[in-house]
């Protein structure tokens, strides 16, 4: 119904903008066309001359709607960006609540001195939907090539004005300028907040318009979350109507929005409704003495019993029995079962709303439930804490997922609510230890290692992917058979609460040379960095590892009756500034024998690009160390 | 009963008769899906075992038909999951699916669940294409293994170009119980069929006018990808129906050439340039002289002003929108740029023609014996007495003549008015794709060096590089660069590329200087160089007793590599590799050597050849063999000593 209506009032839209845009930018003009670079951006290959979106709102019979008309000027520069002319705009078409139209666009060319335009022909715009609750609409503007500008313009509308859709100033391309302007209803009050790495370059023009210049591109990088948290943006919300005289709050604060949460059909009253677990299987699980041994066995019944669907959501649309007998749900789903059994198990435990990594943050000055994407579970037992996220089989109890560690989360209780931060230092750990000797049947080392927590799950899901053989493969291709006649042994591969072990022999390779009375020895076996993961010089967003992390090596090697050392690399130490961080390599010979010991620990795991370089060092002398060799000698 | 569906038979017309079948097959007993029915030997290295599976081609006249598939397959573990899903591919022009099904069975072949109609979803399968390609894709998720499910559903065609084929084995490390394929037409409709891989001779059963056509299959064992080999060989079934219809076009498939003359037909009468057009191509050819350079000119002028977008709608996905189309807005598919350099050709008196390609850098080639349609893709021949020009017209880059691995080594159908035929296109020598390096080193006491690398590509290692660089901005040149040099950690001080025109092959040069901070270890007096630092092979395929597949090299190049080191004063060789290694084998060639030309210069040089070639399973070992002593050939390392 609501779309029908839209799509009346629509015809009135060009009275409705009048010629605002227009007056906010630089019509085109030929000269825009001899431009082939610009000083800001010398290296850009697009740039953004002008987007510039204008919101109206709309009084229609069941309430405000926005209509937002955005008009969006590219100049392309090297060949390789004219796919940029290929435009698509998704929409999230479900119940009507976002429709596009009125698209129009153009190129410019110059040719022969001459500028030719191409317009856009309507019967080249096609849409369609790609799954129950998204479309898009796609178009290629004609004739572009490099040296064309082309723009489009288009009007979104959506079925709400309460927190309407960012304003995204920057984009991966650099934007020269970028403007946006509301206009809202007058009884309505608005607040908003402006994020992202350059918003200080963030110009008020006039009340409810607001502009950028200059803004550099912004790509992703290693080691951060999602992009969205860098992109310079502006978002609205509205927190009060004036009505009658009289001024009510629409937005709450954050206990005014616990206990609406608490209350609702999606979230509250999903915590009450029965899970219908097996009798047999119930009783197993709550007859456990201990509460934390009942937390655990609960988060397992739960995780192997449910598919994630893969979709990320913190409200739960149908009985959680529903899913629980389908053995599949999305991630809010699968944790209110979780949620609903412990309680059943009169465990405390309570739901933890937070953002994955690669969406926006939340903004504690906006209570709002579309701050958050996902929900995982807390459980309090006699002061220990621990959060739980059933999503995926191979992960024990005690890791969340990857996506999961976003920094903050509110807690969502009656009483007591608020915000927690998400525990960092979760199990990451590595060691290896290798015994190696040379003897009459040439050399022989013996390799075994252990990785806890996500290092065992990176493994193993390393291993369900690729097979236990191709792993094996991956780590050396010298492997030969013990005297089991195995030759690469695992352990603790199901258990995954548990270190994964591995172990192998080596003989004869290439990390250990013979050659004129000497023995040239790489003492890391294949386990040394190899890159460094920084190579960037500078860095625009900061470092975020999500976890902190530890990698042990330690070799003892035999040294042959006939030989001595030579020469040994020198130990050192690197520690970053506030003891974040330190790389160690400690080596030494005693008793006929070369002890060697390599760890690096990282304590932080947020760097701001100022503790970048001393990261970016932290790596080359931990590359440069790990790949010294040691020399042995015959005694003479 | 029977006696009753004999009667029908005869008496009334052909849809009816079809009713019956179909209430025949209807009548199969149910199965047991109880997993204790699985035959042990289907087991083995199996993740999942298809049950049955059945499908049914109904021909309801020479425009229509309907193609049932049902089948149930059991999952036995969780890497078997993915097969839980039913995915219906349609074209939403063209098709319809309907009568979707699907039960879930436990362990004993109890019936847990029914899916329910809104479990099923309908997606845009077209990617970024505007297109008519759509899925109805619906789930069974259990968790506790094994477990059966069982799906069906009917997608009902209009226009017949093609037949639905079958494949009796559809994924590796799934067993099959028992599969059958069958098509039902009146016996006057004509159609082809082919069996491939050791897919069984069908059953044909003639009742009245009604004649079916079957297949089954028992008892295939699971199969399991071994890398470097060809697609794995399952049994399948080409089909194909003798006369085309197609949304008011008709032709036939009873050789190549009527075949051709089909996609002729429909792409007539749109070769019309628009005026300016006309004059544009007449001006800038009234120098050239010959038919190449005409060639030559008018490609780029082509891939100068249009790109590639990928419009498939209704017949869209047949038929070529016109050159005024193209003209206008400057883009267009691989029918729409194929017959617009065609029409341009045309224009100034080159014939040439479309070519039907089945493309992709990992397809099999065609099955040359078998007329129908086995085709994804268009490109265009300039014929030329063994000499001929073939142009791939959705590249912006590539010189005439020049194809690559998405269409090159390959059956396609030259269409031809009259004179349609199936030809093959070049193919590559690993000469053709070169990467020729040579770099200046000068090495630091302390292991860091400056380092100047040039290198030249060609052909598909061309292809390769400039796909990913033309046009790159400095800041996502280094980035990229970054990612491809493989020196632990280094500063990229300069770069430049350059692309080398009027060659026969694709050319392009790329330079660029670094500062290493690590290119040699230091330790003590000593530094330790693997001089190949720059481009070492280390992957060696795993380990493989019982290899099956043969091995499939697809991808012939050669690389050489000349490195001189500028060595610190005083340095001297203490530890060396025997030089010069020698490997040559079916396979490949390779060859290494280090050289000291004066006292502080010493040059390594390496070369590899791969070859295109494909050899029995028992060489894997060889094969091996040869990747191995490559890598360890290219990972040696040279110990300088500095201490005079």
Redesign the interface.
């Known amino acids: 119904m609501l779309s029908f209506l839209i799509v009346g009032l629509l015809l009135s839209s060009e009275l409705l903008y009048g010629q605002g845009i227009e007056d906010r930018i630089a019509p085109f003009q030929k000269e825009m066309l001899e431009v082939t670079s610009y000083p800001e951006f ?4 697009a740039v953004i001359l002008s987007d510039v979106g204008t919101l109206k709102s709309l009084f229609v019979f069941t309430g405000w709607v926005g209509m937002t008309k955005v008009k969006r000027r590219i100049h392309i520069l ?6 940029r ?2 435009v ?1 705009l998704f929409y999230y078409y479900k119940g009507g609540s976002e429709s596009i139209n009125q698209v129009k666009g153009r ?1 410019y060319n110059l040719v022969e001195g001459d500028t030719i335009v ?1 317009e856009l ?1 309507e019967e ?1 715009i ?1 849409s ?5 609750e998204y479309a ?1 609409m ?1 178009f ?1 503007l ?4 490099a040296g064309s500008i082309f723009e489009y313009e288009f009007i979104r509308t959506e079925a709400n004005l309460f927190s309407p859709s960012p304003w995204f100033f920057q984009s991966d391309i650099p934007t020269l300028v970028s403007d946006y302007q509301v206009f809202l209803p007058a009884n309505y009050d608005y607040t908003y907040v402006v994020l992202g790495s350059d918003s200080e370059k963030l110009e008020s023009v006039s009340d409810g318009n607001w502009r950028m210049e200059n803004l550099p591109g912004i ?1 992703e990088e290693p080691y951060s979350s999602g992009l969205m948290n860098y992109l310079s943006q502006i978002r609205l919300q509205l927190q009060g109507v004036t009505q009658n005289g009289s001024y009510k709050k629409v937005l709450e604060d954050w206990p005014s929005f616990t206990k609406k949460l608490l209350a609702s059909d999606f979230m509250g009253k999903k915590f009450k409704q029965k899970v219908k677990i097996k009798s047999d299987e119930w009783s197993v699980l709550s007859n456990l003495s201990e509460d934390k041994e009942k937390m655990v066995e609960i988060y397992n019944h739960v995780k ?4 994630w669907d893969g979709s990320h959501s913190y409200l739960c649309f149908r009985k959680t029995n529903d899913a629980y ?4 749900g999305t991630s809010a789903e699968i944790n209110f079962i979780l949620l609903n059994l412990l309680r059943k198990a009169n465990l405390q435990a309570d739901p933890v709303l937070i953002s994955t990594r690669d969406m926006l943050m939340p903004i504690k000055d906006f209570p709002l439930a579309t701050a958050f994407n996902h929900v995982i579970i807390h459980v309090s037992i006699g002061g220990e804490e621990y959060f739980l996220d059933a999503t995926d ?1 191979q992960r024990p109890y005690n890791l969340l997922a990857f996506e999961d560690l976003h920094q903050i989360g509110w807690l969502l209780r009656k009483e007591n609510p608020g915000w927690v931060n998400i525990p960092n230092d979760y199990p990451a750990m590595q060691g290896i230890n290798v015994l190696a000797n040379i003897d009459e049947d040439g050399f022989e080392a013996g390799l075994q290692g252990y990785s806890e927590g996500y290092y065992g799950l990176n493994i193993r899901r390393a291993i ?1 992917e690729i097979g236990v ?2 792993y094996a ?1 991956s780590l050396s ?1 010298s492997m030969v058979e013990d005297e089991n006649g195995e030759t690469f042994h695992l352990e603790n591969l199901e258990e995954i609460d548990k270190p994964l072990k591995w172990k192998y022999q080596l003989e004869e390779n ?1 990390y250990v ?1 013979e ?2 009375d ?1 023995i ?1 020895i790489n003492p890391m076996f294949g386990f040394e ?4 993961p920084f ?3 500078e860095r625009y967003h900061p470092v975020d590892f999500g976890h902190t992390f530890q990698q042990n090596y330690s070799i003892t090697f035999l040294i042959p009756e006939d030989y001595e050392v030579e ?3 020198e130990s050192q130490r690197y520690i970053l500034p506030n003891r974040v961080g330190a790389f160690e390599y400690v080596v030494g010979e005693e008793d006929g024998r070369i002890q060697m010991r390599s760890s690096v620990k990282i304590r932080e795991t947020l760097f701001i690009p100022e503790g970048y370089f001393y990261l970016r060092e932290l ?2 002398k931990m ?2 160390k790990q ?5 042995l000698r015959k005694k003479s | 009963m029977r006696k009753y569906l004999q009667y029908t038979l005869a008496s009334c017309f052909f849809l009816m008769c079809l009713a019956g079948v179909r209430s025949l097959q209807a009548a199969d007993p149910k199965i047991d899906y109880d997993v204790e029915n699985i035959p042990d030997a289907l087991l083995e290295n199996a993740n999942a075992v298809m049950r049955m599976e059945k499908g049914s081609v109904e021909i309801l006249n020479e425009e229509k038909g309907e193609f049932t598939r049902s089948w149930a397959v059991t999952i036995l573990n969780k890497n078997g999951s993915s097969h839980n899903t039913l995915v219906a591919y349609y074209d939403a022009s063209f098709n319809k699916v309907s009568q979707i099904t699907g039960n879930l069975y436990d362990a004993n072949g109890k019936l847990v669940r029914k899916l329910k109609p809104k479990e099923i979803q309908d997606f845009s399968a077209s990617g970024g294409d505007v297109g008519d390609n759509r899925a109805k894709v619906a789930e069974l998720t259990y968790n506790e293994y094994p477990y059966t499910v069982e799906f069906s559903y009917t997608r009902s065609y209009k226009g017949s170009v093609f037949l639905p084929n079958w494949q009796f084995q559809r994924a590796t490390k799934m067993a099959v119980q028992k599969s059958t394929f069958s098509v039902t037409s009146e016996t006057s409709f004509g159609w082809n069929y082919k069996m491939y891989n050791g897919a069984p001779e069908p059953t044909i059963k003639e009742d009245g006018e009604v004649r079916i056509v079957s297949w089954d299959m028992e008892k295939l064992a699971a199969t399991e990808y071994e890398s470097y080999s060809p697609e794995v060989d399952v049994p399948f079934i080409l089909t194909s129906p003798e006369k085309i219809v197609w949304d008011g076009y008709v032709g036939n498939s009873s050789t190549w050439q009527e075949f051709g003359q089909f996609s002729y037909e429909l792409n007539k009468g749109r070769q019309n340039l628009p005026d300016e057009l006309k004059e544009k191509v007449h001006q800038m050819t009234s120098n050239a002289s010959t038919v190449r350079e005409k060639i030559d000119t008018l490609y780029k002028y082509m891939q100068e002003n249009t790109r590639y977008v990928s419009i498939q709608l209704g017949i869209g996905g047949w038929q070529t929108f016109d050159p005024e189309y193209v003209y206008r807005n400057g883009y267009g598919d691989c029918k729409a740029l194929s017959n617009y350099l065609h029409s341009m050709l045309k224009e100034v008196g080159v014939p040439s023609h479309t070519v039907l390609v089945q493309a992709g850098s990992d397809e099999n080639d065609i099955k040359p014996e078998f007329v129908g349609d086995q085709f994804n893709h268009v490109i265009l021949v300039v014929p030329n007495e063994g000499d001929s020009v073939w142009v791939e017209c959705t590249s912006s880059e590539n010189p005439a003549g020049y194809l690559g691995r998405f269409t090159q080594d390959r059956h396609v159908l030259i269409t031809k008015d009259g004179e349609s035929k199936l030809v093959k296109t070049p193919t590559a020598y690993p000469e053709d794709n070169l990467q020729k390096r040579s770099a200046d080193i000068n090495l630091k006491s302390d292991g860091t060096a400056e380092a100047k690398v040039y290198t030249r590509y060609t052909g598909y290692q061309q292809d390769r590089i400039r796909q990913s660089v033309r046009g790159l901005n400095d800041r996502d040149m280094e980035k990229w660069l970054k990612k491809r040099i493989h020196i632990p950690s280094y500063d990229l001080n300069s770069y430049d590329w350059e692309e080398i025109t009027g060659n026969v092959l694709p050319t392009y040069d790329l330079n660029y200087e670094v500062f290493a901070r690590k290119w040699a270890s230091a330790s003590g007096n000593r530094l330790f160089l693997a001089p190949n630092t720059l481009n070492p092979k280390t992957d060696v395929p795993e380990k493989m007793d019982d290899r099956t597949q043969p091995i499939a090299l697809d991808y012939p190049y050669l690389d050489t590599d000349t490195l001189t080191y500028h060595l610190p004063e005083g340095y001297s060789i203490e530890s060396m590799p025997e030089m010069p290694v020698k490997i040559e084998t079916v396979f490949g060639e390779y060859e290494a050597n280090i050289v000291m030309k004066n006292p502080t210069t010493l040059v390594y040089s390496r070369k590899l050849k791969m070859e295109k070639i494909e050899l029995p399973a028992k060489s894997y070992n060889d094969f091996r063999e040869f990747k191995k002593a490559v890598s360890k050939a290219d990972r040696l390392q040279i110990v300088l000593n500095g201490k005079s």
């Open positions: 010398p290296d850009a290959g090297s060949e390789s960006e004219i796919s002319g290929d698509e190129t191409s022909n080249d096609y369609e939907t790609l799954d129950e898009r796609k290629s004609p004739n572009v090539k790509t192997d019993k449910m598919t007998k389908e053995q599949k089989p369900d053989d191709e493969n291709t290439e040379i050659s004129n000497r040239y960095l190899e890159e460094n190579m960037s010089k020469s040994l690399p790596y080359d590359i440069t790949s010294e060799q040691w020399v």
